[in-house]
């Protein structure tokens, strides 16, 4: 279980190369990778109460424990998994992923949302010349248009440990991204990591003129498992009716409910607050599905009025502990599953090949589907995680 896991520990590595976060290196930076947690789902009619179910086969969360060779270092790793690197525009896979994934769940809900989590380099091109460093940058029109909105980590405290001020190098990266990126109109959601009162004024203060909404995670780590204490209520608390992002004025997260012990008793936690927008993973501890009924509860606020819930879906690897994942699978069977992650924070998972149709069509494309599943439940909208594996493939 969730509870019993030990979480990953994010290696800290120079910048220019692939690790935990994005690096600093102009042409492809390396943001922290999170491989955000999704759920797996049985969908109804939309009708009649919807159940997530969790299947048998599913792998419990335990610590991650490699197999022999599988995650050797990046000179042995055509060898581990029989493969070589494989001929592929990463970046331009990963776009196009989600391209076709807004267009599908937006072709059966408009309103739909689609958040991207970090994953700054995908929305502009570099056009290089002879001299890379004199390269220009283009929107990458296309990925903007499937997106409406972007959450970016760390971007003032948390983005190496916890609770200490991001570097200010990085700082002034993200901020110039998310300021060209204004005109654009996508929503910014700002998650930063501390506890303390005067630096999430401060940082709020720096996110004035991006009007950006913002959010800091109370401790341990960044874990992401409680409630913020600091401060005791959402800023901007309103009992305005929340339809979608562009009305609300505060968001809350949380991915490990297991703290909460109960899916009830965490259920109980996320009513009892004002927060505009809930982001939350629709499994409790990772593998107790959340239902129609507790979706009803959870869509308001503590005043009475509704507001909007987003799920995460992680897109950039699997989770051997979801639904999808089937006893016999490992690195090259199925096809598009490669060695195993060592930056997992919540259990075991694996590198996919992103750009198989076969990895795809469990994510999306049906009413079956991952996708289809999170539409089918009610939820407004997705955060998409994994977006920075390709970044890893990069550096494969």
């Known amino acids: 279980m969730m509870a019993e896991a030990n979480w990953q520990k994010v290696r800290d590595l120079s910048r220019g190369k692939v690790s935990g976060k994005l690096t600093s290196n102009p042409q492809s930076r390396f943001r922290w990778k999170r491989s955000l947690v999704a759920f797996g789902l049985v969908v109804g009619s939309l009708c009649a109460p919807v159940t997530l179910t969790a299947p048998v086969n599913a792998q419990q969360l335990e610590p991650f424990v490699p197999p022999p060779n599988s995650l050797s270092s990046p ?14 525009q990463f970046a331009d896979e990963m776009r196009n992923f989600v391209i076709q994934l807004s267009r599908w769940a937006k072709s059966y809900r408009s309103d739909f949302s689609i958040i991207a989590l970090n994953g700054l380099e995908l929305t502009e091109y570099l056009e290089t010349t002879l001299f890379a460093s004199r390269g220009t940058a283009e929107p990458a029109r296309n990925y903007l248009r499937a997106l409406d909105g972007i959450m970016i980590e760390a971007p003032f405290y948390g983005f190496d440990k916890y609770g200490e001020p991001t570097d200010s ?15 654009s109109g996508l929503e ?20 004035r003129d991006l009007n950006a909404l913002y959010y800091a995670a109370p401790p341990p780590d960044k874990q ?13 608390a309103n009992p305005h009716i929340i339809d979608n992002i562009r009305e609300a004025k505060n968001y809350a997260i949380v991915l490990d409910s297991s703290p909460y012990g109960t899916k009830d008793a965490f259920i109980d936690a996320m009513i009892d607050t004002n927060y505009d927008v809930l982001i939350i993973d629709p499994f409790h501890r990772g593998t107790i599905p959340l239902t129609y009924d507790d979706m ?7 005043v009475g009025t509704p507001r909007t819930i987003l799920a995460y879906l992680n897109i950039g690897t699997a989770e051997t502990y979801r639904y999808y994942w089937q006893n016999n699978w490992r690195a090259g069977s199925p096809e598009f599953i490669g060695e195993g992650n060592l930056d997992a924070r919540w259990g075991q998972e694996h590198h996919v090949y ?13 009413e079956n589907s991952y996708l289809g599943g999170i539409m089918k439940l009610g939820f407004d909208g997705v955060v998409l995680g994994g977006l920075n594996e390709y970044s890893w493939w990069l550096d494969y």
Not at 75 to 88: C, I, L, N
Not at 169 to 183: A, C, N, P, Q, V
Not at 188 to 207: E, G, H, I, N, P
Not at 354 to 366: D, P
């Open 75 to 88: 000179s042995k790793r055509s060898e581990a998994t029989g493969t070589e690197k494989p001929d592929v």
């Open 169 to 183: 190098e990085e700082t002034k990266y993200i901020l110039g991204y998310l300021d060209r990126l204004k005109s």
């Open 188 to 207: 910014y959601f700002a998650l930063d990591y501390t506890d303390k009162s005067d630096a999430q004024q401060a940082a709020r203060q720096k996110l």
């Open 224 to 236: 992401l498992s409680t409630l913020a204490k600091v401060p005791r209520t959402p800023i901007g």
């Open 296 to 302: 009803k509860r959870l869509r308001y606020k503590k």
């Open 354 to 366: 992103y750009w198989s149709q076969a990895w795809q069509n469990i994510l999306f494309g049906s």
